[in-house]
């Protein structure tokens, strides 16, 4: 579906794998289930972190605020996804406006999480460096003041990208070969120059993005020589038990991430940037919930004290 070259884009036409589109039913269900289970189990660390006595500590705190972030980012994506699997080609269509909404809601969930990790590792130094003074160190106005410079700065961001991406023109084709509205397919489709756009996201964005990862990187190093100072093996092994999940989730999340936006523009590969984004804005949100249940202690009693709960009940 393509518009002439004098006639301004007013919408978009989303291909959402149509390249598979004999899969489009399979997927429909596998993304619908996805969803089901992203929401079920982020819903369920929310109402532990926020129920559970046990857990009423900074860590929990900002877990339960993670799990939230990730159910926002499922639903900027998934369902447009999954009405689109619905549909013929080109009745995939979604206004330029929606786009550049789904744009800055996407930009704006994803920074969140950036930024949420960050803290979170600085969370886990303050705990292991100094763990009698930990709660007082963390208390609730301090954790409230991260949480909101986490969102604060991400919604300027957000709008700064949104902003510069909507000023563009989109005048030879609509066809987002992407099952979302991102700025790199759409900076594909642009008529305008684009350098700009590029400048402010190796510089702003490397900031916002790698900023909060070379943080997190060292934090860890300060976290890894507090465990070396403890003397019994089975204390260190308890202790790195606690960072093992938020590591997993940083690799897991960062490595897609810095992988689709800070590379080369003649490394683009369609397929390798479309499974990427599944990774982290699909796949790391249904799986940050069982990585951390799975791997923390804490969590696996708190959920069977909601079990035993809901038993009795």
């Known amino acids: 579906m393509v518009e ?3 006639t301004l884009v007013t919408k978009f036409v989303l291909s959402t794998f149509s390249d598979i589109y004999q899969y489009q039913s399979v997927l429909f269900v596998i993304f619908l289930f996805i969803l089901v289970i ?3 189990g982020n819903l369920t660390i929310i109402m532990l972190t926020s ?14 605020n993670l799990s939230f972030v990730d159910i926002c980012m499922s639903l900027v994506t998934i369902p447009l996804m999954l009405k689109n699997f619905l549909l013929e080609l080109e009745r995939r269509v979604i206004s330029f406006e929606g786009c550049m909404a789904q744009v800055y809601f996407f930009l704006k969930f994803a920074n969140v999480e950036d930024f949420l990790l960050a803290v979170m590792a600085y969370d886990r ?5 100094d763990p009698l003074h930990y709660v007082v160190n963390m208390h609730k106005k301090l954790r409230i003041r991260l949480l909101a410079s986490c969102w604060l700065l991400s919604t300027l961001n957000a709008v700064l990208h949104t902003g510069l991406t909507s ?3 989109y005048c030879h084709s609509n066809f987002i070969n992407h099952f979302l509205c ?18 402010v996201i190796l510089t702003e964005g490397s900031l916002v993005v790698a900023g909060p990862f070379i943080f997190i990187v060292i934090s860890y190093v300060y976290i890894i020589k507090a465990i070396l100072k403890i003397r019994s093996a089975a204390g260190r092994r308890k202790v790195f038990s606690t960072c093992s999940s938020h590591l997993i989730v940083v690799t ?8 689709t936006y800070f590379r080369p523009s003649s490394s683009y590969s369609l397929t390798k940037d479309r499974m990427a984004s599944v990774m982290y804005t699909i796949l790391a949100p249904m799986f940050n919930p069982f990585i951390y249940t799975l791997r923390n202690n804490d969590v696996q009693k708190a959920f069977q004290r909601l079990l035993a709960k809901m038993k009795v009940i």
């Open 4 to 6: 002439d070259n004098s």
């Open 125 to 129: 130094y303050i705990a292991i460096s």
């Open 38 to 40: 992203t929401v079920t």
């Open 182 to 199: 991102d700025m790199v397919p759409l900076f594909a489709l642009s008529c305008s120059d684009i350098s700009i756009n590029q400048l």
């Open 51 to 64: 129920s559970d006595s046990q857990l009423q500590v900074p860590m929990y705190f900002f877990l339960g």
């Open 167 to 169: 000023r563009l023109s």
């Open 252 to 259: 897991f999340y960062f490595g897609t991430i810095l992988f």
